[in-house]
């Protein structure tokens, strides 16, 4: 019950906003209060291994199937808290950008959607609020309505409609598989047909990576999160695309954590370690040449999705012994949901003092924002892995897992690890020079408006004390959230494994540390060559090959298109060519004045012999059809 | 029976008295028009309790030396409750759309006759009853076709007359060999061919494809489908969308498993041919569809390829495919009428029949776009839309068939169409105002009504499958 309480009251929420139209600032705070206070308390329980269900009886092949395990719980009271965060950030901040009501209606209803996608007991139920979700946070993407937000909110949609369609497919598969389709939570299903699971499995990858914009299927992500005003970019860039991760652990789960895949299905594991790790690396190099810092923060958003989904890869692969993997990402979707929220509400604030967000044109802003920019180092901390932050916790979890991988596993993996540390230098670099351009560096010649409120740095603030909480303490969410929610997933020994993992050894550290200098020094040396702003010629870019393909498919439609109506109009043509000469010809019998036509001289015939003739002739063409022998 | 007679003739009772109705005040003709094709709805929904409750009802009798019989199944019945469930919406829908418009006598007469027609081919109980009704389908809708009597109308009503004579002629041709082989044309009980065997039946069914093909807009006999959208809209919406088209698809239904039976069809060389041309026709339909720049023609060519989903969901020979099926034709069918009315509409309010002039027009009529919308999102195939189902089952069908490439092709459809769609959606609340009338009058009302109401019942079908599943489930279980 308490599920689907957790549900409506977001719906109440819309409602009260649409009889509110014009007191509504409070209402967005007291609702996503109520759901986290909810949330937290009453999934407080799961955590100790009693899944809640619930069912609403229905007739007929559809049930609204809801369930709350560790790993919903997880993500429910993760979005909850980021909802109440952004709505005691966004009333101030939509002031500045118009609109508000209809953007807070645009929240509670992907709030509610959101919801309905983490505590969803079956793929189907899922499917309905994953697309009542594309739907809603489609107006967040739309929401200035210019040329740009349009042509990204087109993209959005288009790629998201699509990812819903490949992941139906996928559930379609998976059902006929395993004859009756899995429920979420139930573990690992045992198929019938195990190559069109693997397919299944394969087709929910593609699906859900659409959505957690994995490479090449990321090219919607940049855009759609940078033009979304700044807090509907936080969630977005924090919260939805870990749709798709969470679509993949569930996928992962009815193959089964834990078990080591056979021989049919070993690829899976390996594709996606090779996916997580160019989604990582070509991420982190595109946000590199940004100039704007809504999408340089977009393209990390890719970038550290491939993190999450190496992690998810590493534990697939290893299988039993995955646990590291597995909580790896799990831990880095928390982390990188606060870090990520973080950094794009700092740089709302500094869009609503400034009105800018190209990074070249502001400068030396540390002084006027000093909490601001102490609030944005922080961030900036977590996302780069300092240690005492967050990010370092989960990153140094997946560093682990990977080596264990590259040590147990083939010999290729070694790349897989070394181009991870590569991704680790880059973020460092990239996010050295976010921070340096905006609060170092030449002072800015904007105009500065004071249109600021407490509120935006409240809320930033909050992240702040959750993130060094997380970061000082990483054992205890470990142990007390992510672990359960790993085993209950199926990989039993994860507390053992976690009982040896220490996070302050020398060896992690010192990683860390050189990383971070070697970050340092390249966007350093990038920022003096002027290296950030050369950009791959187009026919290189992922986009333009893309481009490239789409074109030249509908270039091959075209000429099929057009050979298609070639042939139909000449067989239009034939037609009437013929019809034309038939009747020509049956017309020389009426207007003949010599009584001859093809020769045969019609004078002898009567009209009694035609008739028997035609007769005949009619009788023969039905005997043969009825005598299917004779043909 | 008395149920089912009623049910046949509240059309022609009622196009008789609008036709001899002296020339009175519209409001009076609508509300005779509107109380017969209720009246007709009401009573197929009783014949459809009575057949779903295991009643057989019959009406049998002698013409020409042929028996006919008419003698509802769950099939037809289905078919019948579509047509005329829809049959009210186009109704109200007309009056606001045909107001102010010339020849309406005519326009409504033929309204009501095509009702009885179409209940005819839907209860038809065996081939002879069938193909009657089916011919005259073709005569009672050609007047509606031709309603604008111009030339092109002209020119395109010659062109679906003989298409359709054409094909109807084939049938004809099947029907005399199948009743020569078999004996017996009836419906009911086992197949009419099952247990025959021989190479000519591959051709018999060929012949039966070919003739039913034609209404189904088979490619490459749907030369006349976007042609006929000269009618008016809600004769496009209605005869053109949903019962002339479903009727040659309900044809196929009837020949694959009726006829033949699907453990013969099933085997005949011809079948393994059929759900390549099908594929051919959802894609090449839906892609001629994105390369029209006319928003009613556009339509046409997707009725086409959504047309073809149906015969994919029959040729899977899977009791999940035949649901598919049912289910699509069910759940397309307002959707379909929902975008026709949408693009009739906007055309009547501001007269831009152009898609790349519907910039902004959003702004203009937004309860219309909004209907649009969700029937476009339904034409891909999206979740809380009731299409969503019939394309559900029809993949399920395919892949447990053995013939995953179908469902793919079925995915594929969807990203096309919604290549179609959402440029339309997006660029309709984009750019400025466009200028022309709003949603405001009673003409308008009563064609936002029917359409915003379709949406509804949609999406109602769409969160709610188990509505319509009884129907679905008893289709399958006759046959299967």
């Known amino acids: 019950m308490l599920l689907v309480i957790l549900m409506a009251i977001p719906l109440l929420g819309t409602v009260a906003l649409l009889l509110m139209r014009d007191r509504f600032a409070k ?166 047909n195990p190559t069109l699971f693997g397919w299944s499995i394969a087709t929910l990858i593609v699906g859900f990576g659409i959505k957690a914009g994995m490479v ?139 009105g800018e967000t190209n990074l070249y044109k502001l400068g030396g802003l540390w002084r006027r924002f000093p909490v601001t920019a102490i609030l944005m180092l922080v961030a900036v901390f977590g996302i780069t892995g300092t240690p005492g932050l967050n990010g370092y916790a989960s990153k140094t979890i997946l560093h682990h897992g990977v080596s264990l991988a590259t040590e147990t596993g083939a010999p290729w993996l070694i790349w897989v690890e070394r181009l991870f540390m590569v991704v680790g230098v880059g973020t460092a670099a990239s996010f050295a020079k976010l921070y340096y351009l905006m609060f170092f560096g030449k002072p800015t010649e904007l105009k500065i408006n004071d249109e600021g409120s407490p509120k935006l740095q409240i ?173 | 029976m008395l149920n089912l007679v009623l049910a046949l003739l509240s059309g022609v009772v009622g196009a008789l008295i609008v036709a001899v109705m ?20 009401v009573f197929s929904w009783r014949v459809a309790l009575l057949v779903f409750a295991g009643k057989n009802i019959k009406i049998a009798g002698e013409f020409a030396g042929f028996s006919w019989s008419i003698n509802p199944d769950p099939l037809g019945v289905i078919f ?50 069938l193909y009657l009704f089916y011919e005259l389908l073709t005569l009672v809708t050609y007047p509606l076709v031709i309603h604008e009597r111009s030339p092109e109308a002209m020119k395109s009503g010659k062109k679906y007359i003989l298409y359709s004579l054409s094909g109807a002629g084939v049938i004809l041709i099947a029907i005399v060999i199948t009743y020569s082989l078999a004996g017996n044309l009836d419906f009911a009980g086992n197949a009419i061919l099952a247990g025959s065997t021989g190479s000519g039946l591959n051709l018999l069914l060929a012949l039966f494809i070919i003739g039913f093909g034609v209404k189904a807009a088979l490619m490459p006999l749907h030369g006349w489908l976007p042609g006929a959208m000269v009618a008016p809209t809600p004769i496009s919406a209605l005869l053109h969308a949903v019962a002339v088209v479903y009727s040659g698809a309900y044809g196929i239904v009837r020949v694959v498993y009726s006829v033949f039976g699907h453990e013969l069809v099933r085997q005949l060389s011809f079948s393994r041919i059929m759900p390549w041309v099908i594929a051919f026709t959802i894609l090449m339909g839906v892609i001629i569809a994105a390369r029209q ?108 068939g053995g013939m995953w490439p179908l469902a793919v092709v079925l995915v594929i459809s969807g990203i096309i169409n919604a290549y179609c769609f959402i440029p339309v959606i997006v660029d309709a609340f984009r750019g400025e105002k466009v200028q022309g009338d709003t949603e405001k009058g009673s003409k308008v009302n009563l064609m936002l009504a029917p359409t915003l109401l379709l949406s509804m019942v949609s999406i109602l079908i769409g969160l709610w499958p188990g509505i319509v599943w009884p129907g679905v489930e008893a289709v399958v279980n006759w046959f299967f």
């Open chain 2, 22 to 41: 002296p020339k009175v005040r519209n409001r009076i003709r609508n509300l005779v028009v509107l109380l017969f094709t209720i009246l007709g709805a």
């Open chain 1, 27 to 192: 209402i967005p705070f007291v609702i996503t209060l109520t759901v986290f206070v909810l949330g937290l308390f009453g999934l407080k329980d799961v955590f100790g291994g009693i899944p809640l269900t619930y069912n609403i009886a229905m007739p007929g092949p559809f049930v609204l199937n809801f369930q709350a395990d560790s790993l919903s719980a997880i993500f429910v009271i993760l979005s909850t808290f980021l909802w109440l965060v952004v709505s005691i950030y966004s009333p101030k901040y939509m002031e500045h950008e118009g609109r508000g009501w209809s953007f807070q209606l645009c929240t509670m209803l992907t709030l509610f959607s959101v919801l309905g996608i983490f505590l969803a007991g079956n793929m189907i139920t899922m499917l309905l609020f994953f697309e009542l979700m594309t739907i809603t946070s489609y107006f967040w993407v739309i929401h200035r309505w210019n040329k740009e937000a349009i042509r990204a909110g087109y993209f959005y949609l288009f790629f998201s409609i699509v990812g819903g369609l490949v992941v139906t497919l996928g559930i379609v598969m998976m059902g006929s598989a395993t004859d009756v389709l899995p429920t979420i939570g139930s573990g690992m299903v045992t198929p019938l």
């Open chain 2, 293 to 400: 720049n006319v928003l009613k023609r556009r339509l046409a060519y997707q009725t086409i390829s959504h047309l073809s989903y149906i015969l994919l969901g029959v040729f899977t020979f899977q009791p999940w495919g035949l649901a598919g099926a049912i289910m699509h034709m069910i759940s397309y069918s307002t959707l379909k009428v929902s975008l026709f009315f949408c693009a009739g509409i906007i055309s009547e309010q501001t007269g831009e029949k152009n898609i790349d002039r519907m910039r902004g027009i959003g702004w203009l009529l937004p309860k219309t776009m909004v209907a649009l919308s969700v029937a476009a999102l339904g034409m891909i195939g999206t979740m809380p839309l009731n299409t969503f189902w019939g394309k559900y089952y029809l993949m399920k069908g395919s892949v447990e």
């Open chain 1, 459 to 631: 809320a930033m603030g909050l992240i702040a004390v959750v993130m060094i909480g997380i970061g000082t303490r990483p054992e205890f969410l470990l142990n007390s959230a992510i672990a359960p929610a790993v085993e209950a997933l199926g990989i039993e020994n994860i507390s053992t494994t976690l009982a040896h993992l220490s996070f302050w050894n020398f060896h992690d550290l010192s990683g860390m540390i050189i990383t971070l200098t070697l970050g340092i020094l390249v966007c350093w040396g990038g920022l003096k060559s002027g290296i950030f702003h050369w950009h791959l010629p187009t026919y290189m870019t992922i986009e333009g090959i893309v481009k490239l393909i789409v074109r030249g498919i509908a270039a091959i439609i075209q000429i099929g298109l057009k050979g298609y109506v070639y042939v139909v109009e000449s067989i239009h043509h034939i037609g009437e060519a013929m019809s034309s000469r038939l009747c020509s010809d049956l017309r020389k019998f009426d207007k003949s004045k010599s009584s001859t036509v093809f020769g045969i001289n019609l004078i002898g015939i009567t009209a009694d012999v035609a008739i028997l003739i035609l007769s005949l002739g009619v009788i023969i063409v039905l005997y043969t059809l009825m005598n299917p022998s004779l043909l």
């Open chain 2, 80 to 129: 019948a409750l579509i047509a005329s469930s829809l049959w009210i919406f186009a109704a109200v829908y007309s009056f606001g759309y045909m107001e102010g418009k010339h020849n309406q006598r005519t326009y409504y007469t033929f309204l009501l006759l095509a009702l009885s027609v179409t209940l005819g081919v839907a209860f038809s109980g065996n081939l002879v009853a």
């Open chain 1, 216 to 354: 090449p299927l990321h090219l919607w992500l940049p855009h759609a999160h940078s033009v979304a005003p700044t807090p509907g970019s936080a969630l977005l860039s924090g919260l939805i695309i870990k749709i798709g991760a969470y679509g993949l652990i569930r996928a992962g789960e009815f193959t089964g954590w834990g078990i080591k895949l056979g021989d049919s299905m070993t690829w899976l594991a390996s594709t996606l370690l090779i996916l997580g790790t160019l989604t990582m690396l070509l991420g982190v190099l595109n946000a590199l040449i940004q100039s704007n810092a809504k999408k340089l923060l977009a393209y990390h958003s890719v970038s550290q999705m491939g993190y999450i989904i190496l992690g998810l890869g590493v534990g697939l692969y290893l299988g039993a012994d995955g646990g590291l993997g597995l909580s790896g990402a799990i831990y880095h979707i928390i982390n990188h949901a606060l870090f990520k929220v973080a950094l794009f509400l700092g740089v709302g604030v500094i869009y609503i003092h400034t």
